[in-house]
């Protein structure tokens, strides 16, 4: 393919709101930068590429993408640090899971340029946003969604590409409770699970509603054909430890393939961790527990990196995990990942790009 040029009109704010911006209490996805980009898709191609300040959309009641759901999103973090230095992480990852999802929600694909310029520019021109307090970062949203006026069932013959960005303070995670999910499916053979469809998110809602009333923060997935293996956490992938191994479901149709769940595993495998990749049922689990064997679990994403799990909830039983502070090869991995997203450890891998 021929590489277009990508022209970015912008129009900066008058008005900045980063002065009356209390950094000091942030918390996810509340505040908003000053600018956001915006991207028109139009007899079949992209158009209109613009950054303009942060404002509310104007939107018909007919807009195909609020009846019908044709949505999908990324989510990625740029860091800074003391340098000033600005950094993505495997941003290509999430351009090419961007089109993923956009191919499975029969929606058109973007280009690397417009996502990784459209990226790039906004973080430069906001960058100030980005929080340096330790383990805080500027949190990217791109989305994009169906926007014919039209009700009929049907693939939209227009789209808006955006992307936001919210300054995020270090995701403090008390360890979480989480409750093995036996009724509900977040994702089903030959569905979504596997990109980020909006979709896929409403749906969690309900099941993680009643599992709160019951007392724990969140949902560990199982299929949905018998309940009987482990899927995601949450929103997050799901990673154990059994002994000196670390072990988790396989990417596939209904799990989504996390940019940290990678990371976490190629990590573990340099540190010469036996990493396992397989499925795992809720029986194993158990029966590793019961053997004292179940050492560490905790989830994965971009929002929380690793979020350690305090116990498990099985049919009305409680299995609890060793504390936090007992876990050392997890808190090892993860101060790793940091160190590299903040451009401060060897990055062998080639993960941080730096982008001023
Ligand atoms: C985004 C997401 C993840 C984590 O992906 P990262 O690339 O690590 O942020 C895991 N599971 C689901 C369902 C997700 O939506």
């Not at 199982?222 to 191994?245: C, L, P, R, W």
Request: glycine share 6%; hydrophobic share 40%.
């Amino acid at each position: 393919m021929i590489a277009e040029t990508l022209n970015i009109k912008i129009q900066k704010t008058t008005h900045s709101r980063l002065a009356e911006t209390d950094f000091s209490d942030l918390h996810f996805g509340k505040t908003f930068a000053d600018h956001m980009f915006q991207m028109d898709y139009e007899d079949e191609q992209w158009k209109n590429a613009k950054i303009i300040p942060y404002e509310k959309l104007q939107m018909s009641p007919s807009l195909a993408v609020i009846h019908y759901g044709q949505s999908i999103f990324e989510g990625m973090k740029a860091y800074k640090n003391e340098k000033g230095e600005i950094f993505l992480f495997r941003p290509l990852e999430n351009f090419e899971r961007f089109n993923r999802s956009a191919k499975r929600m029969c929606m058109p694909e973007v280009s690397e340029e417009i996502f990784m310029e459209s990226i790039r520019q906004l973080v430069l021109l906001d960058k100030e946003w980005i929080p340096t307090a330790a383990g805080c970062s500027l949190y990217i949203r791109p989305v994009m969604f169906a926007s014919d006026e039209f009700l009929g069932v049907r693939p939209s013959d227009t789209y808006k590409f955006m992307v936001i960005t919210s300054p995020s303070a270090a995701y403090y995670s008390q360890p979480i409770k989480v409750l093995v999910e036996s009724k509900f499916a977040r994702a089903f053979e030959g569905g979504t699970g596997y990109v980020k469809a909006s979709g896929n998110y409403g749906r969690s809602l309900y099941p993680s509603k009643i599992a709160h009333e019951k007392g724990y923060q969140q949902l560990i997935w199982t299929d949905a054909f018998e309940h009987k293996y482990i899927e995601e956490s949450g929103t997050m992938n799901v990673i154990f430890q059994v002994g000196d191994k670390l072990i988790t479901p396989p990417v596939s149709n209904t799990i989504l393939p996390g940019v940290t769940r990678d990371s976490v595993l190629t990590l573990a495998r340099d540190m010469g961790v036996t990493v396992e990749e397989r499925k795992i049922s809720i029986t194993e689990l158990v029966e590793a527990h019961r053997k004292g064997q179940l050492l560490d679990a905790f989830g994965t994403g971009t929002a929380a990196t690793i979020a350690p799990i305090e116990l498990i909830g099985f049919e009305g039983e409680d299995y609890m995990l060793p504390p936090v502070s007992e876990r050392k090869l997890s808190t090892k991995i993860h101060a790793q990942l940091e160190a590299i997203r903040f451009g401060k450890a060897a990055d062998a891998h080639g993960w941080a790009m730096k982008i001023n």
